[in-house]
């Protein structure tokens, strides 16, 4: 199952509930299944922290994360009127891998928001860097009409300066996401198959981390949970052999 919204971390909270105990009556429900939960800001997660990470012990939800930073700067995030800072954002992180330490974390940052100078720029590298994310998502700013970020046109970053940062911050994230699928070579584990793959006769599983992992087999798989192992680590995915 996936839990999808705009922002699944605000869910309830206008009926007097929280996206935990939702996560809590998914999890009560009889059967073989598990749930990925999507986007979560971090404003919106700290008050339920605690009963998050509680309830994400459950083996039914994928220890995986979405949780956008955008920025590295503070200044940047209240420009763009996010209400959260970078500690607090790191904050979340430390939490959720100091239960989970194999979770995936993807993450999301925009590049040139306008009055984003080197030094802003710089730090959201830093942050990539300290943090390592298995996943960015990275926007290049575009100026929507009739908003805020559309009048401050005296602070616009130029648009071959912000396609020169999304393309550093792209192979940074790249290197980084690398590095860390290495470290899952050689593991071993269940995964459910709920892919085609692109290559003809492949398949794409996922292991309890939300992991793609692809495997080869002429067989229909679509379905079915295997035993694996990974036998390679690429930027987006890891390779894997079924066995057992």
Not at 16 to 38: H, K, Q
Not at 50 to 74: A, C, R, T, W, Y
Not at 98 to 111: G, K, N, Y
Request: with cysteine; net charge neutral.
């Amino acid at each position: 199952f996936w839990i999808t919204s705009q922002d699944t971390a605000c869910y309830g909270r206008d009926r007097g509930m929280n996206l935990a105990e939702l996560l809590n009556a998914l999890c009560d429900v009889e059967g073989s299944f598990r749930v990925r939960v999507g986007m979560m800001t971090p404003n919106m997660v700290m008050d339920i922290l605690g009963d998050l990470i509680q309830v994400f012990k459950n083996e039914k939800i994928f220890k995986f994360i979405h949780l956008p930073v955008q920025s590295g700067d503070d200044q940047i995030l209240e420009r763009m009127r996010r209400f959260y800072s970078v500690e607090g954002f790191k904050r979340i992180v430390n939490a959720f891998r100091a239960s989970f330490p194999e979770m995936t974390l993807a993450t999301d940052v925009i590049c040139g928001f306008p009055g984003e100078d080197e030094e802003a720029f710089e730090k959201t590298l830093q942050l990539i860097g300290e943090v390592k994310p298995d996943i960015v998502n990275v926007s290049k700013f575009f100026a929507r009409p009739r908003t805020a970020a559309a009048e401050m046109q005296e602070d616009f970053v130029p648009f071959q300066e912000i396609k020169r940062r999304s393309s550093f911050v792209a192979r940074l994230a790249r290197e980084v996401a690398f590095e860390k699928n290495q470290r899952w070579v050689g593991w071993t584990g269940e995964i459910f198959v709920d892919e085609v793959g692109k290559i003809s006769g492949s398949w794409v599983g996922r292991n309890f981390a939300y992991k793609p992992i692809t495997i080869r087999d002429a067989a229909d798989l679509l379905g079915k949970t295997l035993r694996v192992k990974v036998v390679g680590g690429f930027p987006t995915y890891l390779e894997g052999n079924v066995f057992g």
